[in-house]
């Protein structure tokens, strides 16, 4: 069994609800078990996320960078690093904000940069950009033209529904890749053990 931990903070409900997304489509593959773990819950499940051959975070943007709440998870992750517990096990990142842009990259730098520090492997969202052409709209996967990690964005005055189902399907992309080369990665190094 392979095993992805989606860690994540959601202040209003839009990244739990991007967070469900990336889990559908990590589950979608076979053998893949996922666990969704809210920053607050983190420090009380160090062993599930010790355990997981797959960490992919995920964090509102906030003013240009992740939010307070999963700064402080950044924080404790610092006894993880120095034990090098996640050392070698596979990452990925997402994000939302209100505006189109949001400076949502800083955001996925800032998780990128976290799970290189930890010595593990990132893994991009490997879409091409959509809604970039004429022929374009925003039911394109990937309609932000993000390439590190997963982007979304979602409207300052609604909740979940000012979300675009583009956008919830370019997330369970995302789970999808992850799943898969955590799945091969494992397989991989099992077979190198063997």
Do not use: C
């Not at 992805?4 to 889990?23: C, M, R």
Request: aromatic residues 8%; proline residues 2%.
């Amino acid at each position: 069994m392979t095993t992805v931990a989606i860690v994540y903070h959601s202040g209003f409900g839009h990244t739990k609800a991007l967070a469900e997304a990336v889990a559908a489509g990590a589950q979608a593959i076979p053998g893949v078990k996922v666990s969704l773990v809210p920053v607050a819950e983190a420090e009380a499940r160090e062993a599930e996320l010790d355990a997981a051959d797959a960490i992919i975070f995920g964090s509102p943007t906030y003013m240009g960078s992740v939010s307070a709440d999963f700064a402080k998870f950044e924080e404790w992750t610092s006894k993880r690093w120095m034990a090098r517990a996640w050392q070698n096990k596979l990452a990925a990142g997402f994000t939302n904000s209100a505006s189109w842009n949001g400076d949502k990259q800083n955001t996925l730098v800032q998780l990128m940069t976290l799970a290189m520090q930890h010595g593990m492997v990132w893994v991009g969202l490997g879409l091409a950009p959509g809604f970039n052409h004429s022929k374009g709209s925003v039911e394109d996967l990937n309609r932000l033209g993000a390439s590190i990690g997963a982007m979304a964005q979602s409207n300052g005055d609604q909740g979940v529904e000012g979300i675009a189902q583009s956008d919830f399907r370019t997330f369970e992309a995302l789970g999808r890749r992850v799943a898969e080369a955590a799945s091969r990665w494992k397989e991989e190094s099992l077979a190198q053990a063997a």
